[in-house]
């Protein structure tokens, strides 16, 4: 039937192998839940909704222990678990672990705490979908990251900045006596792959979320998330005693203003015990910051962070900033204003920083923060929205570029400090505030993420925070089983579709360490040409510096110096153009057209070869997709094939637009292989 994507990888169709299905059955006839606290009611419902649709029967629950089905608790409350665990291996579990564990003819469920519970039901959900035998079930998992966070850039009128999924879920003007459906499928969504926090409204913040009503409306959304063990957070703007106190500053120093915010807290804590805390985006593209009184981005976090530290919350200070002066490299300012305030943030404030030092581009080295701050605890900001990947158009499986980012060594502690460690606070022996945050890529299309596969990012990023040392291609197989099941072929191809597709985008975007040459304001498609923008740094000729001579942006001891952010043993492999990997070649030189890579080739054959096969590798995608045709529904084999079309297309014209564009420098054929019309 007609399939419009909306059940995600949640989607419980009947197992189609009739032996397995039976299997599963004749051991799970009945569900017994032990406790009765909102996450467990949650985890129990899951329960019955998934496996009546896995098993095709309406499954039961039950009042007392069967003795043979599903037990459902948590440890150390609920007396049917007790002794199932060692000693050992209960201490083992943090916050919000689970085990999942068979004993004859009984299986448990057993959380370390509620959320640990609602987890696991999740988990066993998912082993199910993804037809794992139940024999000697014996599995034990707990989160490293402590906050798992979605960031919305969701605006109250509805729109979402950098959205390509239609407009903002959030519907501000029914709330809070309206509570759409999808809220709660939300959650559950969320719950499934760990995500324990949403802040749900833009970084670019308006200062009216903090007035009574909207808080009213912010805490109907806490109370549907609650029970699916997410906390909400808002993002607050730093004029805000101003705007809506009235105040004459916003000067962090200023009593009247610190006063304004502890009341906002105050108020805020009354209406949502468990408000999580505050993102904030200060002195960066016009928003308002500490900085216009003289002071600190510490100083300014600090303020914040004591309003919110008698209830518990904490302060996500995003290090994405960059002056208004034209700098020598945007992507040394980050570092130069934020290492200095290292060791001076109360322990309830977090720096939140990108992946990259520039913004989200396809490839980029690892921010020099990550290493850079040992008294601070950061926390890693991906993008999940496609802004410069392809938007909404292109299938771009993000996972992998998750996983580069987080398995790169930064030997800030020694060889072997990957950034991953640095997120989980072990790198530092200290994880009493760790986190992860995505920026979403959710709107109202009837998918969630309009193009199908952004479903698999979302997937991907929420597993990668409960373990960022995790394996995308693991995340890519389960959600590419729980997506389309039924169907191994299906499943492979899609699989393999999110495996290769990073790489091609970055080959018909930016090979060889390009960036930030897309068109102007939107993002989209090429435009190395752009050169008038009200600051140099928006412009593609500041980064790409292409003239007759050569390419490339030299970030060594002759130009900007970049690599003297991070540690010596790291910078080692980018400071000779003739060792430093092709894949960041032109972010840290600037090189000859005719410089011999080690391939043999010339950077520019090397630029011909590697764009066209970027575009080549989106034509075999499209290919693999097409032999798919009538194996899975026509509604979502047909989206797919639409979006991989436009990709294909694209892919080719970023192509040709750069080499023609870098043709003019370069003055060099291309190839005589390539040049075959495709
Ligand atoms: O990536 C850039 C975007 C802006 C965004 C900004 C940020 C929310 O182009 O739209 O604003 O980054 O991260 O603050």
């Given at each position: 039937g007609a399939d419009d994507g909306y059940r995600l990888w949640l989607r419980y169709d009947e197992i189609a192998d009739s032996p397995l299905r039976k299997s599963y059955a004749k051991a799970l006839p009945r569900v017994f839940r032990e406790g009765d606290s909102p996450q467990l009611c949650a985890a129990e419902e899951e329960l019955l909704l998934g496996l009546s649709g896995l098993l095709g029967h309406g499954v039961e629950s039950t009042a007392a222990a069967p003795a043979k089905g599903l037990i459902l608790g948590v440890l150390g409350r609920s007396t049917s678990l007790d002794g199932l665990l060692s000693a050992e291996e209960q201490a083992s579990l943090p916050d919000g672990g689970y085990a999942l564990i068979g004993q004859g003819k009984q299986f448990y469920i057993a959380g370390k705490d509620d959320r640990g519970a609602l987890y696991g039901a999740f988990a066993f959900l998912r082993y199910l979908q993804r037809g794992r035998p139940l024999d000697d079930l014996h599995l034990l998992d707990g989160p490293r990251v402590k906050n798992r966070l979605l960031n919305h850039w969701d605006n109250l009128d509805g729109t979402v900045e950098r959205g390509y999924a239609g407009f903002s879920i959030w519907n501000w003007h029914q709330l809070p006596h309206y509570l759409d459906p999808r809220y709660t499928d939300y959650a559950r969504a969320n719950a499934s792959i760990g995500i324990n926090g949403a802040v749900v409204t833009n970084v670019n913040a308006k200062a009216i979320v903090f007035r009574r009503d909207y808080l009213q409306k912010a805490a109907a959304l806490a109370e549907v998330f609650r029970p699916y063990g997410i906390r909400i957070y808002l993002t607050a703007r730093f004029s805000a005693p101003i705007e809506l106190g009235g105040l004459p500053t916003a000067d962090p120093e200023d009593a009247a203003v610190k006063k304004w915010w502890q009341d906002k807290a105050s108020e805020i804590y009354a209406l949502i015990p468990d408000f999580g805390g505050f993102v904030v985006k200060a002195n960066s593209e016009g928003q308002p910051g500490p900085r216009e009184y003289g002071r600190t981005h510490a100083q300014g976090a600090n303020l914040l962070a004591d309003a919110l530290a008698p209830h518990g919350g904490i302060v996500m200070w995003r290090a994405f900033v960059y002056s208004n002066e034209e700098p020598v490299d945007r992507a040394k300012q980050a570092y130069d204003e934020f290492v200095p305030l290292d060791?001076?943030?109360?322990?309830n404030v977090m720096v939140q920083v990108k992946n990259g030092p520039i913004d989200f581009q396809p490839r980029e080295p690892v921010h020099p923060l990550f290493g850079s701050m040992p008294h601070t605890p950061l926390a890693m900001e991906f993008q999940i929205t496609k802004e410069y990947l392809g938007q909404g158009t292109h299938l771009v499986g993000l996972g992998k570029m998750y996983e580069e980012v987080l398995q790169t060594d930064t030997y800030a502690e020694g060889p072997g400090t990957r950034v991953a460690d640095i997120i989980d606070g072990s790198a530092y022996g200290d994880d009493r505030l760790t986190a992860m945050a995505g920026v979403a890529n959710i709107g109202t299309a009837r998918n969630w993420t309009g193009n199908l596969f952004g479903q698999a990012d979302w997937y991907t990023f929420g597993r990668l925070a409960w373990n960022p040392t995790g394996k995308a291609e693991d995340y890519f197989r389960e959600w590419s089983q729980m997506t389309f099941p039924n169907s191994p072929t299906v499943q492979e191809t899609a699989q393999n579709l999110l495996a290769v597709s990073h790489e091609a985008c970055v080959n018909y975007m930016t090979p060889l360490g390009l960036h930030h040459i897309m068109g102007p304001d939107h993002h989209y498609g090429p435009g190395p040409w752009i050169k008038d923008m009200p600051r140099a740094d928006w412009t593609s000729v500041y980064y790409h510096k292409a003239d007759a001579e050569g390419v490339g942006f030299d970030r060594t001891k002759t130009g900007s110096d970049a690599l003297e952010q991070y540690t010596s043993r790291f910078a080692a492999r980018y400071e000779s153009p003739d060792s430093c990997p092709p894949a960041f070649l032109l972010w840290y030189h600037h090189l000859p057209w005719d410089h011999k890579l080690p391939s043999g080739n010339t950077l520019w054959a090397e630029l011909c070869y590697s764009y066209h096969a970027g575009a080549t590798k989106v034509g075999e995608m499209l290919k693999n997709w097409k032999s798919l045709s009538g194996r899975l529904d026509q509604e979502r084999y047909e989206s797919v094939r639409m979006h991989l079309e436009i990709q294909e297309k694209e892919a080719k014209w970023w192509r040709d637009a750069c080499l023609a564009y870098f043709q003019s420098f370069s003055g060099m054929p291309v190839p005589a292989e390539l040049e075959k019309p495709t």
């Open positions: 060791g001076k943030f109360r322990d």
